[in-house]
């Protein structure tokens, strides 16, 4: 029994050793069959894991891995920048890859490439492990008529040739800052759309997307700048002359010669700054002639209330413009500040518009009468005798408006055939003048007119010598005639009829007495 036993159990043992051998026999040949089935299903997809620019494209076909690597062209775009109408980048426009007709044309071949080169039996491997990265550049082609349709449909490319250059110039006299001033230029959007086309192209090879056409040297840009070396020295020039201030003192008269009047002057002559010298002497001679007193008629308000008109013969004040154009024109283009008078060929006693003052001498001839005003208040004043109104017309005094030509104590005066001295003589016309007369015992009235001197005012010598004391060079003498029926005295004063008393030395000095 035992023994029959012992028989079913070896048996059963045998058939459990069969049938385990069977099972083992089935999933080694069912491992097998699945792993040459996987090594088959990987010589045609990417083994898991497989890593390609950082996007999985484990068990992938090439195919789907290219439409997956290539998804990043639908975010392409192709950025343009260009200068904007204040000199400023800008974004000028953006294109997709369809505008541009992009292709990528390495993608399948280094897909393809990636997949020959893994081994299709490490699959198993490859799910424990994954089978690494693999980086590649992109390449791609662009379609050189589309991308040319695309950027001439810019609004920057069609509008390239309207906003056109200007060069920077030099603007007129700014009458608030008084100066010349620098335009700036303009720098405008205009461009070579040629240029730029292949420019961008060249950029396109060299794999940018981002392209800026500043750098392309395709904009048309203006010859002178702000800057310009000879726009500045130009206005450099013409500021410097602006700058001057020459204040003129013309005898009492406040005279500006600065931006206001000297821009009149400058300007720029075929290209260079001038200033009109011909019209600074003119404005010279018209400033001059304004203020030129010198022989001029003035209005004259005598003592006694009268206003008559006397030409002021030798007296008052001229400008010498030949001598004060060329220091004129040295301020101005020297750009001086300063105050200064002009060079005078003849200056008066007193400054300003009424130059005679209020110290002069006055001789009423009609009258016989002298005044000496010093300061506006009467210090003096005598009888004398002027020049023989029965005799020739060299003896009558003049009238007018005079200034003493000097004066010399003591003095003789010489005649031709004689010489006379006296203590106190004051030419001041030609050999005409005033001085003492001892050899007169009496003046005023009516003396003049048939017993006069030769054209001298003959004084008592105590008055003379006190006129001597108050007046000096250029000191102003007022002689004249009331006209007929304008003599405030109307009655005559009787003739004192002199002895016949000789009357040596009323024959003036000579001129080269006269004249030291």
Known sequence: MDEQKEIICSK????????????????????????????????????????????????????????????????????????????????????????VGMEYTNTSDTLQEVLDKQNPYLWPKA???????????????????????????????????DDLPRDAFISGYNADTKRYEIEEEHLGTAFDTEKAYRYIVK????????????????????????NDRRLTRITDTLNRWLSACITYDWHGNTVVVDADLIHEWVGIVDGQPVLDEAAVLEFLQQTAERWNTYGTVRTFETRLGVTLSLKAKKYGWRTDTDAEFPLLLEAIYGGEQTKKEPVYEIEGYHKGSDDIGPSYVEADLTNQHLYLMQDGELILETDFVSGNMSSTPDCITPEGIFGIT???????LRGADYATPVTYWMPFYRNYGMHDATWRRTFGGDIYLTNGSHGCINLPKKAAGKIFEAVEKGFPVITYYYPEGKNPLAQKTETVDEEAEPTPGELEPTISETVQ
């Open 203 to 226: 950029q396109l090879e060299r794999g940018n997307t981002c392209i800026s056409l500043m750098q392309s040297g395709c904009y048309r840009n203006p010859d002178a700048k702000r």
């Open 127 to 161: 799910y424990l492990a994954g089978s690494g990265e693999t980086e590649y550049v992109k390449e791609y082609q662009l379609d050189p008529a589309k991308l040319k349709e695309a950027l001439f449909d810019l609004e920057a490319f069609q509008q390239a040739g």
């Open 406 to 412: 000097y004066k010399k104590t003591p003095a003789v």
């Open 12 to 99: 059963e043992r045998k058939i459990f050793r069969k049938v385990l051998i069977g099972l083992l026999e089935a999933f080694l040949l069912l491992m097998a069959t699945g792993y040459f089935l996987g090594a088959r299903y990987f010589r045609q997809h990417f083994l898991p894991g497989t890593l390609i620019n950082g996007i999985e494209c484990g068990k992938l076909l090439p195919v789907s891995a290219v439409s997956l690597l290539e998804r990043d062209r639908e975010l392409y775009t192709l950025e343009i920048y260009g200068r904007s109408v204040n000199g400023e980048e800008i974004l000028l426009g953006a294109l997709t890859a369809d505008q």
